[in-house]
């Protein structure tokens, strides 16, 4: 059965689904977009997506084609019409339709567009089993906060994990770690310090990495907010990612080499299960 998509007003089929070749989303990659997990057929942690979304097209001085409030709406009778239990929610704004051109158009609409994916959440392998990352240097510009679709760098980066037979990749820059290619980097150090990049422009500033490091310091983790060097990534205790669609996952093998004894660590093990709990008391 076809999913139904959302495009500017209209829930269509996918197959019918179509966006004007003139959308600045498509020539310029002038668009923002959330992806809300999805479990038990409701939204996890939906509002402080509906915030980060606000807080990036603020950002590019790009307006929203409706409210936050008519917006879950649309998301919320999305995951009706789909049927969705478990997997993700994705939303795109656009600056809208307008003809090619460098400056902003003066009187475009912006465009909204929403699409569900299904697959599995909770019991995943990685998340049993842990995942492989490889560095590459991070070539992306220097507004990673601003969750923008301008993606291509990041792909780029996934791609050279994949052909080099790891997960993911884990980004570099002036010699320390940023982040992954889409989700949060984070080690615990021998003493049982968390440590993670301070937000900046550097990183996009992570809805469930947010979540995680409060559970951490609520279950009395010392998280500490730096920058870390992919040295320290390979004299850890532990290492794992935070993001919306994979939540807390250990990574266990860095540039070939296991961390620690190359399982999954006790840290990352417990601040999944605390995230899954939060996650089910926070769905709408």
Known sequence: MSRIVYVNGEFLPEDEAKISVFDRGFLFADAIYE???????????????????QRSVDALNMGLPCS???????????????????????????????????????????????????????????A?????????????????????????????????????????AWLVEDGFITEGTSNNAHIVTKDGVLLTRALSNKILHGITRKAVLALAEETGITV???????DEVSNAAEAFITSASMFVTPVVTFNGEPIADGKPGKVAKRLRELYIAFALKSLK
Do not use: C
């Open 68 to 126: 936050l409030e008519e917006i879950e709406a649309i998301q919320l009778e999305m995951l009706k019409r789909n049927d969705i239990n478990e997997g993700g929610l994705y939303l795109q704004v656009t600056r809208g339709a307008a003809d090619r051109d460098f400056a902003f158009p003066k009187d475009s609409k912006p465009s909204l567009v929403m699409f569900t994916q299904s697959r599995p959440v909770i019991d995943t392998a990685a």
């Open 35 to 53: 992806v809300s997990t999805v479990l038990q057929g409701k939204l996890v942690d939906n509002a402080a997506h509906l915030a980060r979304l």
């Open 224 to 230: 500490e907010e730096r920058s870390f060097t992919p």
């Open 128 to 168: 049993q089993n842990g995942i492989s990352v490889v560095t590459t240097p991070d070539i992306r510009w220097q507004r990673r906060d601003i969750k923008t679709v301008g993606l291509l760098p990041a792909s780029m980066a996934k791609q050279t994990a994949l052909d080099a037979g790891a997960n993911d």
